[in-house]
C-alpha cells in the first residue's frame, strides 16, 4: 500500500462529503423561501441515512461477491472482515476501508440529487422512506453493476469514471418519475417561482465545483498522472459549460446571468463525470460546451411543453446531462489513456464502445424507472406522498419542520 496515495483518497473523499452541503445551499436558493428549510432538511437526513446504510450493508450489497452481475452479498455487513491496515479487492494501494469511505460518499450525494425534483410538495416522511428503499433497490444493484467485481455492465465494457449511469443517469430518471406521479406544484401554470437567494445558488455551486474535483481525480484511486487528466477534463468541461450558458443567457434574455452561470458550471461537471478519466483532454472543451444547450433545451422543452414540474431541474440537468457524458464517453474515449476501456471511440474508427454505452445508459434507465416505481408503491401503503394543499400554501419549512429560515421579527414577512 501506499500512503501517498492513501492520503490522496482519504482527502477526496473529504472534499465529496461537501459535495451534499453544497448541493443543500444549490437547491435552497432556488426555492422559495418558505421552502429552504426543508430542501436543506432533506438533504441533511440523506446525509445521515446514507452513511448508516452504507456501513451496515450498502457497501457490501454493492462491492461485495457477485450474483447475477446484479448485486452483491452481505459478507461485509457492518464493515465484518474489513481492516483498517489491509488493501481490498479493487484497490491494492489503498486500505481497503479507504475505499469503502470515499465510496460512501458517492451514496450519500446520489439520493440527495432526486430531492431537486420534488420540492415544495412531497411529504418529508415519504421522501425519507423513499430514499431508503431506494437506495437498496436502485443505487446498491448500479454500483456493483457498474463497478462491483462481475458486474454486468462492466462486463459487456461499458464504462462509467466517476457516476455518469450510476449517479446521474439514475438520480436524474428518479426524480422525473417521483416529480410526475407527485404531481405539479399548486398554481403551477400560473405562479412565477422566483429564486429567492441567488448568492446561495453561487455559494452551493462553487462548493459542487470544489468537491468535484475531489469526486473525478479521486476516482483514479491513486496520486498519479490519471487523476491529473481527470482533474483537468473537469475543470475544462465545466469552465466551458458556464461559458456556453452564459452566452445562451445572452441570446436569450440578452444579460448573463449569475443563476445561468451556476446552472452552466454544474451541468458540465456532470457532463465529463463518466468520462473524465477516458477521454482527450481536447476532447472535454466540446464536451463541455455542448452540454448547456442540450440540457438548457431540455429543460424548457419539459416545462414549455410537456408541463412536468421537475421543479429545480433534477433530470434536465443531471439525467440528460449524464446521459450526453455517457455518449460523449463513447465517441471520444481513448483506451491508451485508461485500459479500462477495452476500445476507442467512435470518432477513433471504432463503434464497439459507443455501443455498450448505449447499452449502460438504457439499462440505467430502466432500472431507474421500474426500481422508482417499486419504492413508490411501496411508500404510498404506509404514508401519502404529497403534503395538503393547506401545508403546501404555507410552506414547508412550518408545516414539515415547524421552523422558519426567515422568522418574522418586524411583521414585513408576515
Known sequence: MNTGDTGFIMICAALVFFMTPGLAFFYGGLVRRKNVVNTIMACTAIMGLSVVMWVLFGYSLSFGTNHGGVIGDLKWFALNGIKMDEAGPYADNIPHLVYVAFQMMFAMITPALITGSLVG?????????????????????????????????????????????????????????????????????????????????????????????????????????????????????????????????????????????????????????????????????????????????????????????????????????????????????????????????????DAHLFLMQLVGIVVTIAVAVVGTLICLGIVRLFTPLRVTDREEKVGLDISEHGESAYPTFNGLDS
Open 121 to 349: 410538495r412531497v411529504k418529508f416522511k415519504a421522501l425519507f422512506f423513499f430514499i431508503m428503499l431506494w437506495s437498496i433497490i436502485v443505487y446498491y444493484p448500479m454500483a456493483h453493476m457498474v463497478w462491483g467485481q462481475g458486474g454486468f455492465l462492466g462486463e459487456i465494457g461499458s464504462v462509467d469514471f466517476a457516476g455518469g449511469n450510476v449517479v446521474h443517469i439514475s438520480s436524474g430518471v428518479s426524480a422525473l418519475v417521483f416529480s410526475i406521479i407527485l404531481g405539479r406544484r399548486k398554481g403551477y401554470e400560473n405562479t412565477a417561482y422566483r429564486v429567492h437567494n441567488i448568492p446561495f445558488v453561487a455559494l452551493g455551486a462553487f462548493i459542487l465545483w470544489f468537491g468535484w474535483f475531489g469526486f473525478n481525480a479521486g476516482s483514479a484511486l491513486g496520486a498519479n498522472g490519471l487523476a491529473a487528466h481527470a482533474f483537468m477534463t473537469t475543470a475544462i468541461a465545466s469552465a466551458s459549460a458556464m461559458l456556453s450558458w452564459m452566452i445562451i443567457d445572452v441570446i436569450k434574455d440578452g444579460k448573463p446571468t449569475l443563476v445561468g452561470a451556476s446552472t452552466g458550471l454544474v451541468v458540465g461537471l456532470v457532463a465529463i463525470t463518466p468520462g473524465a478519466g477516458f477521454v482527450p483532454i481536447w476532447s472535454s472543451f466540446i464536451i463541455g460546451a455542448l452540454v448547456s444547450p442540450i440540457c438548457c433545451f431540455t429543460i424548457s422543452f419539459l416545462k414549455g411543453k410537456l408541463k412536468i414540474d421537475d421543479a429545480l431541474d433534477a433530470f434536465g440537468c443531471h439525467g440528460i446531462g449524464g446521459i450526453w457524458g455517457g455518449i460523449a464517453t463513447g465517441l471520444f474515449a481513448k483506451s491508451s489513456i485508461n485500459s479500462v476501456a477495452r476500445w476507442d471511440g467512435l470518432v477513433f474508427g
